[in-house]
């Protein structure tokens, strides 16, 4: 039963270490992570600590900040990804099975619902079939009476059609 998404998995992990991003840049990212990660704490301490003091303090508070921001996002990023990925993977393994019976239980109601509805189902197909019906030959007869030629009759001015000898209010021959 769980073979399948297990091998499915497996395939896509291998498929993620292809690339070797992690593996090649890991060490030197993770220290440019914790570099950055240091530099923006400080630049956090800096910007509390000399904030009432000088005006330089301050802003060399907020480059470190901002400096330890962006070298945290580029080392962290690739361990981000992989724990990321890592994750994701176990929710959508967790959520497989969920699915997979959410799915055969919706199956199996469906099911059951058809076969337990099946003369009501039937008879509303045929009900549905003739309602369509009526309408489509309502609307050819409403379409053809539109695209018919009229005239008004001599006698009491009622539209009727432009080939009718009779008028088809007051009897009237046209
Ligand atoms: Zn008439």
Redesign the pocket.
């Known amino acids: 039963m769980r073979n399948k998404p297990d091998e499915f998995y497996e395939e896509q992990d291998v498929q993620d270490t292809k690339p070797n991003k992690g593996k090649k840049f890991g060490v030197g990212m993770l220290i440019l992570g914790i570099v950055g990660a240091i530099l923006f704490i400080a630049g956090i301490a800096l910007f509390v600590i000399a904030g009432t003091g000088s005006m330089a303090g301050p802003l060399v508070g907020m480059l470190l900040f901002g400096v330890g921001a962006v070298l945290m996002g580029i080392g962290f990023s690739p361990l981000v990804t992989k724990v990321g990925a890592k994750i994701n993977k176990g929710t959508m393994e967790y959520a497989s099975e969920d699915l997979k019976n959410m799915s055969k239980t919706a199956i199996n109601l469906n099911k059951d619902i058809q076969e337990e509805n099946k003369d009501s189902l039937s008879q509303m197909a045929s009900t549905m079939a003739e309602i369509n019906q009526t309408a489509v030959t309502t609307t050819a007869r409403a379409v053809k009476k539109g695209l018919k030629d009229t005239k008004f009759?001599k006698?009491?001015g009622?539209q009727i059609d432009a080939d009718s000898k009779f008028?088809n209010?007051?009897g009237?021959k046209q």
Do not use: R
């Open positions: 009759c006698e009491c009622a008028c209010n007051c009237t």
